[in-house]
Nanobody, 124 residues
Framework: HVQLVESGGGLVQPGGSLRLSCAASGLTYSSYCMGWFRQAPGKEREGVAAIDGDGSTSYADSVKGRFTISHDRSKNMGYLQMNNLKPEDTGIYYC???????????????????WGQGTQVTVS
């Protein structure tokens, strides 16, 4: 069973940066998909980025060029570096994982079996 704990959220001004971290316990397999999702008030949870166990990455169009997803397999950690933040990036950010490679549907909630509790990001 994979357990995920996010950290690193906070309040930042537009144009600023934040780095989110996801501590993953039980993610010891070579094949997995780790994703970051966000949910703004009154909106659906949306996929932001995903990374495969071999390092392949995928991004939502709204964050391409601004966000970078990465992982450190030796530490069982995932990261989301967010630069040039905009007010529309505000929301609760969730880390998610599944023990299979990322698919073309990586942005769908149904692709993941494990979720963290979320961390608030506010851009204002």
């Amino acid at each position: 069973h994979v357990q995920l704990v996010e950290s690193g959220g906070g309040l930042v001004q537009p144009g600023g940066s934040l780095r989110l971290s996801c501590a993953a316990s039980g993610l010891t397999y070579s094949s997995y998909c780790m994703g970051w999702f966000r949910q703004a008030p009154g909106k659906e949870r949306e996929g932001v980025a995903a990374i495969d166990g071999d390092g392949s990455t995928s991004y939502a169009d709204s964050v391409k060029g601004r966000f970078t997803i990465s992982h450190d397999r030796s530490k069982n950690m995932g990261y989301l570096q967010m630069n040039n933040l905009k007010p529309e990036d505000t929301g609760i950010y969730y880390c998610a994982a599944d023990l299979r490679r990322c698919s073309i549907s990586w942005y769908r909630r149904q692709e993941y079996n494990s979720w963290g509790q979320g961390t608030q990001v506010t851009v204002s």
